[in-house]
Structure formats: structure tokens, C-alpha cells
């Protein structure tokens, strides 16, 4: 069995996490000073490297050879069997007041090989009500070789009892460009074939999470080439050439053709609820670029700036908005596409 790209390059060490350096350095300092905090939060969205700096940080406090410039070493005692005293807990199966009651049980016992032992509770605000309450007066006061880190996606679920306990971490997105370096050089370490509009593509349809951008990589791999045709097909997205065709159509209110655009992308078993993200994108770039407005990795610029001369009346907003309310009916409805097709 193959081990998927983003398990296969998921960070070991502090350089090859990919733009949260304001958590890192952050991190690498208390290790340096020895200013270790009992507990922390580390928030933001999915895919940016919240449970992957955990580990990192957890393995670093641990390694009997840890040095500034370098990092974990990955080869003493207590690296290679970080998995004894780092204790990774997930808490959307894990919620209840039992199962923090038997933590608490446990974290009595002291490290097998670091200095630490390490809990990592991943999607802390899945915890209930009990179990923030049973969980919070173990935060208070640990025991001196316990530390905490709490992961969550939605750290205003998180009680501020339990909130004003932590040092608090806000992972952001991963930044467009950051994601293209790491996707070129995994593609290039695999000796994968590419091209490089498809990277452009995955990098910002990711939406800063560069797990996600990884994950899309390897299935697209899996046809043999990272192209923006395999990635149509794997993904259910259509090519931005019929993006773009549909968007003239709506532009100059050619129903016919917006409907005939649309019954092609639907009959190559496109996944219609993904086309109105891709379209709002899309407009995105447009509207953007009307107005002069610096706009990194835009795809076929050119067709953009035909679009604008030949449309520059039309309310690129007005349609944003009305395509966005669409997109949050089509997630309840039970013939979607033809929800879409009244739009046009």
C-alpha cells in the first residue's frame, strides 16, 4: 500500500513548515529560553499545520539532541518513540466526560524517554460541556511533565474558562505561493510530470490549506500527469475555457447559450455543486483586475482583459452575490442543476 503524499511530507521539524513562521518562531524561542507554557491553543482553518506543528513542538521538547538551527533530531530515544509519551486524542470521538476523566487518570505517570508528556486533543471543540468542565481544572494545574496542546477549527466554541488557561496560536492560510513551491517540489521529488498552469490551479483552489492542495495533487498523480485536464476529471470541476464561455454567455444574456454551455459541463458528469465556487472565483479574478487591483497567479489574463473591454458595464458583484445565494440553496436541493439552470 502506497502512503499518501501528504502523510509521505507531512513536516518533521520546524523548517519544513509551510508558512506559520509567526508560530514557529514563537515555539523555537520558548525552547531556547526555557519558557514552556503548561498549555496551548492552536487555531485556524483546516490543512494549515496546526496538529503537524503540535508534533513537531511535542517532538522537539522531547529530543535528547534538539539544537536551535536543526531542530528534532529524528534518530535519539525519545524521537523515535515519540508516539509513547506524545498522546494524540481525538476529540470528535472522544467527547465526553469519561474519557477526559480517564486522561486525568493518566497523566500521573511520568515520561518513558523526554522531559514530557504531551497531549494533543485535536478538534478540541468537539469536547461537551462536561468534559471542558472536568478538563479544565487539570489546565489549571498540571503536573510538571504534562503539556497540553489543544487544536481547533472553531475557537469560538472553546470556552474562555478554558481559553484564558492557554497560550493561544492563530494558524493562517497558507499563502498561494508557499502552496506552489511545496506542490513543484513534491511533484519534482516524485519525478511526477506536471504542468504548470495545473499547479497554479490546485494552489488556489485550495483555499490555504495546504493539506487539501496535497491530497487533490496525489489524486491527480494517480492518472499520470498533473494536467488541468486530469484535474477536471478527477476533481468533477470543468476546464476555465467553459468558465469563461459561460460567463460570456451570462455577460451578454444569451440564455441559450448559457443553458447549451451548461448542458455540456453537466453531460461530462461534472460535479455541478463545485461549478459555482469555481464561477465566483472566476469573477473574482475579474473584478479584480477591472479595477487595477494587484491579483496574483490569475489564469489566461488575456481572455480576462477581452472580457472586461467587451463587458465593462456589467455588475460583476451584483452577480457574485446572486451566484453566492444559489450555491448555499443548491447544498439542500435535490435537483441542483436545475436550480443552477434557473440562474441563467
Known amino acids: 500500500m502506497s502512503t499518501a503524499l501528504y502523510r509521505k511530507y507531512r513536516p518533521d521539524n520546524f523548517e519544513n513548515i509551510i508558512g506559520q513562521s509567526q508560530v514557529t518562531d514563537v515555539l523555537k524561542n520558548q525552547i531556547k529560553e526555557d519558557k514552556i507554557s503548561h498549555a496551548y491553543v492552536f487555531s485556524g482553518t483546516r490543512g494549515t499545520g496546526k496538529t503537524s506543528t503540535a508534533k513537531v513542538f511535542a517532538k522537539s521538547l522531547n529530543c535528547q539532541n534538539y539544537t536551535q538551527e536543526k531542530g528534532p533530531c529524528n534518530h535519539c530515544d525519545s524521537c523515535l518513540n515519540d ?39 485535536d478538534e478540541v471543540h468537539m469536547l461537551s460541556i ?32 478554558i481559553l484564558s488557561r492557554c497560550q493561544k496560536f492563530e494558524f493562517k492560510k497558507v499563502s498561494v505561493e508557499d502552496i506552489k513551491s511545496r506542490l513543484k517540489f513534491i511533484v519534482e521529488n516524485e519525478n511526477i510530470s506536471y504542468d504548470m498552469d495545473a499547479i497554479d490551479y490546485i494552489a488556489t483552489m485550495s483555499d490555504g490549506g495546504l493539506r487539501d492542495a496535497i491530497s487533490m495533487l496525489d489524486q491527480v498523480a494517480s492518472l499520470g500527469r498533473i494536467s488541468m485536464d486530469n484535474l477536471d476529471f478527477v476533481t468533477g470541476m470543468t476546464s476555465l475555457t467553459r468558465i469563461d464561455l459561460y460567463l460570456k454567455s451570462i455577460f451578454s444574456k444569451n440564455t441559450f447559450d448559457s443553458l447549451k454551455i451548461l448542458a455540456d459541463m453537466t453531460s461530462d458528469n461534472i460535479d455541478i455543486k463545485k461549478l459555482p465556487s469555481q464561477i465566483i472565483s472566476r469573477l473574482i479574478d475579474i473584478m479584480y483586475i477591472q479595477n487595477d487591483m494587484p491579483r496574483q497567479n490569475v489564469i489566461n489574463q488575456e481572455k480576462i482583459q477581452d472580457m472586461i473591454h467587451e463587458y465593462k458595464d456589467v455588475d460583476i458583484s451584483d452577480i457574485i452575490v446572486k451566484i453566492s445565494d444559489i450555491e448555499n440553496e443548491m447544498k439542500y436541493a435535490n435537483t441542483p442543476d436545475i436550480l443552477f439552470e434557473s440562474f441563467t
Open 83 to 121: 508516539y509513547v509519551d506524545t498522546i494524540e486524542i481525538d476529540a470528535a470521538s472522544n467527547n465526553s466526560v469519561d474519557n477526559i476523566r480517564s486522561l486525568k487518570d493518566n497523566i500521573i505517570y511520568r515520561p518513558s524517554y523526554g522531559k514530557y508528556k504531551i497531549y494533543i486533543i
Open 130 to 161: 462536561g468534559a471542558f468542565n472536568a478538563l479544565l481544572k487539570t489546565l489549571e494545574e498540571p503536573p510538571e511533565h504534562v503539556i497540553f496542546i489543544l487544536a481547533t477549527t472553531e475557537i469560538n466554541k472553546i470556552p474562555a474558562t
